[in-house]
């Protein structure tokens, strides 16, 4: 990336901040004042646009609404100890949804307007931005297709649009999850590893039916014999296993989650052994029963880590260790947060500081 684009700059008039309570701050539900738009026609991206957040009109026959060529991402920016904002490892966001683009037969983005448009959208509303602990400015990349036709065919016209929403943790308390067996999320040859809006959609009438039974989210299991763990279609799973960091390996059903990826080499760094392979609902289940599996939880940007407090499975609820007394996962945190609110050396390399 070295072509400084021309995106044009819209402000908005006035600026919602001041109605804005920070310390009220569900996840997705407020956003910044502004936005950014890119549009795809003639085998190209232009107009490139910041302008005011709100609605975008366009056509009731467009494709995205009716065979779901739609992809997201999601990043987060903080707001450092210095004062100055950074974003977490962006380009591995720019890397999947790129994927998820061909996957989905879309265009790809490319890199210099996926994190031109987050410069120029963070410049404009940089004081959305939280400072408080645990909160970050989230980034939701979108691209969806535009053609007002009917036909069965990858649409010719599109959308990217990056929507930013100050927000804490999604999940606020140890989750009650329950190991689906009936429902799948993903197949083998299919989208699973795209983050595509059906498979968020499909998810939600088993979801639905799992809260009615008090659960909090479910862990998807393989489609083929619902015999190995996947994810939890928010996040990716880790858990602890004998001292060990085990998580369910990525494959074309499970998403290749930034944070898990960054916990791995956390973890790694720490002296940890990590086990990425296929893990067995009997192994879970055992290991809470034999005391190995000490440890488990949910890991994604939005989720952050969220700790796995009981596994509901064919009925029975499993109840692991107290998240309280969990070190691993809160070491592992920790230092995670310490990076990304620069009081930690980032290694890595993994924040772009804006
Ligand atoms: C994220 O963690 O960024 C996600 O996209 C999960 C979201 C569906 C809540």
Redesign the pocket.
């Known amino acids: 990336m070295n072509d400084t684009l021309d995106i044009t700059i819209t402000k908005a008039e006035t600026s919602r901040l001041t109605v804005t309570d920070f310390s009220q701050l569900p996840?997705?539900k407020v956003f910044s004042d502004h936005m950014f738009i890119a549009e795809y026609d003639n085998s190209q991206w232009s107009n490139l646009h910041v302008l005011p957040y709100g609605p975008i009109p366009m056509s009731p026959a467009i494709s995205a609404l009716h065979y779901g060529q739609a992809i997201?991402?999601?990043?987060k920016a903080y707001r450092q100890a210095n004062g100055k904002i950074s974003v977490f490892r962006p380009e591995k966001n720019f890397e999947r949804f790129n994927k998820s683009a061909a996957r989905m037969s879309m265009p790809a983005i490319t890199k210099d307007i996926f994190m031109q448009g987050i410069a120029a959208l963070i410049d404009i509303d940089e004081k959305w931005v939280p400072a408080q602990d645990g909160y970050s400015l989230?980034i939701r990349p979108v691209m969806f297709a535009t053609d007002p036709y009917l036909g069965v065919k990858p649409s010719d016209k599109y959308i990217f649009a990056l929507l930013t929403t100050p927000t804490g943790p999604?999940y606020s308390k140890a989750l009650n999850v329950k190991i689906e067996t009936e429902y799948t999320r993903a197949d083998d040859g299919g989208v699973g590893y795209a983050?595509t809006a059906g498979n968020?959609a499909r998810s939600l009438f088993p979801f639905a039916e799992a809260q009615k039974e008090g659960f909090d989210q479910l862990i998807w299991t393989d489609a083929a014999a619902h015999e190995f763990i996947e994810e939890a279609?928010?996040?990716n799973l880790i858990f602890v296993i004998n001292g060990k960091l085990v998580t369910p390996s990525v494959r074309s059903t499970v998403l290749d989650g930034v944070?898990r990826d960054t916990i791995i080499t956390l973890a790694k760094k720490a002296g940890i052994e990590v086990e990425e392979r296929r893990v067995s609902v009997k192994e879970v289940i055992e290991g809470i029963e034999n005391g190995s599996l000490t440890d488990a939880f949910a890991a994604?940007?939005?989720?952050t880590v969220t700790p796995i407090g009981a596994i509901g499975y064919q009925g029975k609820t499993y109840t692991l260790t107290d998240p309280a007394t969990r070190t691993i996962s809160a070491g592992i945190a920790k230092t995670l947060n310490d990076i990304r609110y620069g009081l930690a050396p980032d290694e890595f390399g993994w924040n772009w500081v804006l």
């Open positions: 996840f997705g997201f991402e999601g990043m989230y999604y983050k968020y279609g928010t996040a944070t994604g940007t939005a989720a």
